[in-house]
């Protein structure tokens, strides 16, 4: 049996962000979409309890489109939280995308991200400027400002203890997908900025050396927010790799 129907794109955002965060990608995509939020995140409840990336996947995966397999694309900590649906429901998932994620990191990667999560549980407004510079660069960004103030506006409005809780997850949940990343069978795209200092070119590479079935593209000139910074040169990338996979064996 073929899939002869456009499968629906499922949007997953990263740590501390909303469904929002994909508008500039879903009008490139000419097909239908839909944006989750996180557990934690948006209109869902705060997180009153520690997670782990189990625990995120099988909120989101009860709220995910039960008609047929979906493009499943994830963005970040979105993008570990999809590696764990595809690998555990992989009747769920056609294909699988993790843009700007983060894989296998080293130690030096490891102590890095767990002190920015020290750093926003103890100065969460001071954690919120240093993303925003990290990702929209003053003397290098060409996001509009309008663009990078709903970024500063979603961040800042985080329940601090749900963002904590979610933040420990992106921080350590590469370690608990890591030695299940051979068992994804779908087609996966990892895609990533060239200049993404937190998910680098080198992640996606390991991504694409640990999953069986991996292309990796690097968009030039990008950082870590591509699905607003560069949200044409995602979409192409994405509508390619859709129509590519689709119509594939069931």
Request: proline content about 6%.
């Amino acid at each position: 049996m073929t899939n002869s129907k456009q499968a629906t794109v499922v949007l997953l955002h990263g740590v501390g962000l909303d469904h929002t965060m994909w508008r500039p990608l879903q009008q490139q995509l000419g097909r239908v979409s839909v944006a989750l939020d996180l557990p934690g995140h948006g209109q869902q409840p705060a997180l009153r309890e520690p997670q782990d990336l189990a625990s995120l996947a099988r909120d989101v995966l009860g709220r995910m489109d039960e008609s047929g397999p979906v493009h499943l694309v994830g963005f970040s900590l979105g993008a570990l939280v999809a590696q764990h649906i595809a690998r555990f429901a992989p009747e769920r998932v056609l294909t699988l995308t993790a843009v700007n994620s983060v894989c296998q990191r080293t130690a030096e990667e490891s102590a890095s991200v767990e002190q920015r999560l020290a750093t926003a549980g103890e100065h969460f407004e001071e954690g919120v400027d240093k993303a925003i510079e990290r990702w929209y660069p003053k003397e290098q960004s060409t996001v509009p400002a309008d663009i990078i103030a709903d970024t500063r506006r979603v961040l800042a409005a985080n329940d601090l203890e749900s963002y904590l809780h979610a933040y420990a997850v992106f921080a350590r949940g590469d370690r608990e997908i890591a030695g299940e990343l051979g068992s994804i069978t779908q087609p996966t795209l990892a895609i990533t900025g060239e200049l993404d200092p937190g998910s680098t070119p080198e992640m996606s590479h390991r991504l694409g050396a640990a999953i069986p079935h991996c292309t990796v593209h690097v968009v030039p000139g990008a950082r870590h927010m591509l699905p607003v910074e560069n949200a044409p040169a995602l979409a192409a990338q994405l509508n390619s790799f859709f129509s590519e996979n689709e119509g594939m064996p069931s």
